[in-house]
C-alpha cells in the first residue's frame, strides 16, 4: 500500500510538479538571455492541459498501437524511475541489490519510447530523427556508464543506491574528490543529451528536420510527450545528485541545499544550452567516445587509486 | 468558456504557411518572436509541424498550387484550432487581384477567423489582431 502512495505521491505527481517548474525556470532563464520577458509561471502546465483537450491524429499507415503505446511507455518509466529514486533518497535502507543497474536501464527507455514512436508514425522526417536519436543513445550511454561507475568503486563496490548514499553521508560528497568532480563532469554532459537539449539536440533540430520524432503527435500523444520530457529534466539531475552530490535531505536547512543543489544544475543545463550551437551528429559521437570516455577512464583510474 | 478553449488562448501555438507571398509579411511575424514584442510571454510559439498547431497563420496570395496544400494542411490541423489571414494578399489577394493564378480569395478555401490588413502588417498590427481573436473566442463567435 505504502508503495502506491510514492508510486502517485512522490514518482508522479511530486515529480510532474517540480519538472514543469524546471522547464519554466528554463524556458525563462533563455529569454533572459534573450533579453525578452519570458512566458509566465503556469505556461507548461497550461501547455499540457491545452494538448490534452486537442483531437488526437493517427496518421494513415502507420501502426496504431505502437504510435499510442510508445508515450505511455516512456512516462511509465519515468514515473518507476523517479519513485525508486524518492525511495531511496528517503529511506536508505530500504534499497535492494542492483537497483542501480534497474535505474540506469529505465532512464533509457524513455529515449527508447521516443524512437519507437517515430518509427511507428510512418513519416520520413520522424524516422530521420529517430535514426539519430538512436545514434545519440549508442554515444553517449558509454561515458555516463563509466562516470556512474567511478561512484560505484569509491563506495566500495556496491550495487545499492543506498548504500552509495549512506557512504556519502558518512564520508562526504564524491563530488570533493578529483575523480568524482571530472565524472561529475562527464554525466553532465551526457545528461544534456540525454535530455536533448542544445547542443545534443540533433534529434529534434527545430530547424531541419521539425520537430524530429514527434513531428506526427498531436493531442495527448504529444502531451504526454512533453509531460515525460519535463519530468526528466527532474528525474535526471535528481539522479546525479544521489550518486555525485549525496541526495537531497528533506529536514531543516538541508532541504535549502538541496533545493540550491538541484536549481544549480538546472541552471548550468540552461546556460549551457544557451550558449552553444547545435552540433552534427557525427561530432556527437566523436565527442563522446573520444574527450568524454577519456575522462571517464581517467576518473575511473583515479578513483581505483583512491584519489 | 470550457478549460479547454481556457487553455488553448493562453497557449497558442502557431503554424506558419505561405501561400505565395513576397516575403516581407513573413518577416513581420518573424518581428514578433523578437525582443521587442516578445510573443513567448502570451505562451505563442512557433512550431514547426501542423500537428502541433493550434493557430494557422496564413500569408500570401493563395495560388493554384499552394492553396490545395493549404487546404489539406487545414484539415489536418488537430481541432479545435484557428486561422488567421496577414496581409493584404491573403485577404483579397491584393495587387495579384487580376492575376491567372489567383483565382479566390483565401476564405473562400478555408475558414477565416480574423483578418490582418496591411501590405505589411506591422507588428503591432498582427499583435492587435491576435488579441481581437482572442476576444473572439471569448465571446463565443470564432468559427473554430
Ligand atoms: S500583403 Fe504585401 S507584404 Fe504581404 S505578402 Fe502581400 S505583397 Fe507582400
Redesign the pocket.
Known amino acids: 500500500m505504502i508503495y502506491i502512495f510514492y508510486f502517485l505521491f512522490f514518482g508522479f505527481l511530486l515529480t510532474a510538479i517540480i519538472g514543469l517548474l524546471a522547464s519554466w525556470i528554463d524556458r525563462k532563464v533563455t529569454a533572459k538571455v534573450q533579453y525578452r520577458v519570458g512566458p509566465p509561471l503556469l505556461q507548461p502546465l497550461i501547455d499540457i492541459v491545452k494538448l490534452l483537450g486537442k483531437e488526437t491524429l493517427i496518421p494513415a499507415g502507420s501502426s496504431k498501437i505502437t504510435f499510442l503505446m510508445a508515450p505511455v511507455i516512456g512516462l511509465a518509466s519515468v514515473i518507476l524511475v523517479s519513485t525508486l529514486l524518492w525511495i531511496n533518497n528517503i529511506y536508505p535502507a530500504k534499497s535492494f541489490l542492483g537497483d542501480l543497474i534497474v535505474v540506469l536501464y529505465l532512464l533509457v527507455i524513455p529515449s527508447i519510447s521516443i524512437i519507437i514512436g517515430g518509427f511507428a508514425s510512418r513519416n520520413p522526417l520522424a524516422s530521420l530523427g529517430a535514426s539519430r536519436e538512436m545514434k545519440l543513445i549508442l554515444s553517449y550511454e558509454l561515458p555516463f556508464i563509466l562516470a556512474i561507475l567511478v561512484t560505484v568503486i569509491k563506495s566500495g563496490f556496491t550495487f545499492r543506491l543506498g548504500e552509495i548514499l549512506t557512504f556519502q553521508a558518512q564520508n562526504g560528497a564524491f563530488v570533493r574528490s578529483w575523480s568524482g568532480t571530472l565524472a561529475l563532469i562527464v554525466a553532465i554532459i551526457c545528461m544534456q543529451a540525454k535530455l536533448a537539449l542544445v547542443p545534443f539536440d540533433i534529434p529534434e533540430a527545430e530547424t531541419e528536420i521539425v520537430g524530429g520524432p514527434l513531428i506526427e503527435y498531436s493531442g495527448s500523444g504529444l502531451a504526454i510527450y512533453r509531460l515525460m520530457k519535463n519530468m526528466l529534466m527532474f528525474t535526471v539531475p535528481f539522479f546525479l545528485i544521489i550518486v555525485f552530490i549525496g541526495g537531497l535531505r528533506l529536514d531543516g536547512i538541508h532541504l535549502l541545499y538541496g533545493v540550491l543543489k538541484y536549481i544549480g544544475l538546472v541552471a548550468l543545463m540552461t546556460v549551457i544550452r544557451n550558449t552553444n550551437p547545435r552540433v552534427r551528429i557525427d561530432q556527437a559521437v566523436k565527442f563522446f567516445w573520444g574527450p568524454m570516455t577519456i575522462i571517464a577512464i581517467i576518473a575511473i583510474i583515479l578513483a581505483l587509486l583512491g584519489r | 468558456m470550457s478549460i479547454k478553449l481556457k487553455a488553448l488562448l493562453k497557449s497558442p501555438w502557431v503554424f506558419h504557411l ?1 501561400t ?7 518577416i ?1 511575424i518573424l518581428d514578433c518572436l523578437t525582443p521587442r514584442f516578445d510573443i513567448e510571454r502570451f505562451g505563442m510559439l512557433l512550431v514547426g509541424s501542423i500537428k502541433h498547431a493550434d493557430v494557422l497563420l496564413i ?3 493563395g495560388n493554384r498550387k499552394s492553396m490545395e496544400r493549404a487546404k489539406r494542411l487545414y484539415e489536418q490541423m488537430p481541432k479545435p484550432c484557428l486561422v488567421v489571414a ?6 483579397s489577394r ?3 487581384i487580376h492575376s491567372y493564378n489567383c483565382p479566390v480569395p483565401i476564405d473562400k478555401v478555408i475558414p477565416v477567423d480574423v483578418y490582418i490588413p ?4 506591422k507588428p503591432e498590427a498582427i499583435i492587435a489582431g491576435i488579441v481581437k481573436l482572442i476576444e473572439k473566442v471569448k465571446k463565443g463567435t470564432a468559427k473554430k
Open positions: 505561405s505565395g507571398s513576397c516575403n516581407n509579411c513573413d513581420e500569408t500570401g496570395s496577414v496581409g493584404e494578399c491573403a485577404l491584393g495587387m495579384f496591411g501590405c505589411p502588417p
